[in-house]
């Protein structure tokens, strides 16, 4: 129990840090009437970023940050899937959304408010934005 506190509480530590950002990021939010135990904390890099989703991730790791890709993504367009029989309904922008511009950085139970700040402040220096 005190485990998924712990990355709850992480996780909106980080939402409420960064939600200043949200010219530039999709933060995650909970479907209505649930309460997750994040896995972490994905952002999605939005068109109108001075930074692509690949430059955040590299600025990032240089900081110590760690990050990780979404996995999957769109996933029609891995390769086990081409060629494969499928129906598909509409052109899949949200996911190749996902695919392309979503990341992810930790919410762990391990993090302290010192880390979470490291993080949230080494972002908003990447956008070039004061907290």
Do not use: C
């Amino acid at each position: 129990d005190d485990f998924v506190t712990t990355r709850r509480n992480n996780w909106e530590y980080l939402f409420n840090g960064l939600k200043h950002l949200s010219e530039y990021l999709i933060l995650p939010v909970a479907t209505e009437n649930s309460s997750p135990s994040w896995f972490g904390f994905a952002l999605t890099v939005k068109k109108a970023s001075p930074k692509s989703r690949n430059t955040i991730v590299q600025e990032l790791n240089a900081l110590k940050i760690a990050t990780r890709l979404l996995f999957g993504g769109n996933l029609l367009r891995q390769p086990a899937f081409i060629g494969t029989p499928r129906r598909v309904y509409g052109e899949l922008k949200n996911t190749d959304t996902v695919m392309n511009d979503t990341f992810w950085i930790g919410v762990w139970p391990g993090l302290t408010i010192p880390m979470l700040d490291y993080m949230i402040e080494s972002i908003h220096k990447i956008f070039g934005v004061k907290q």
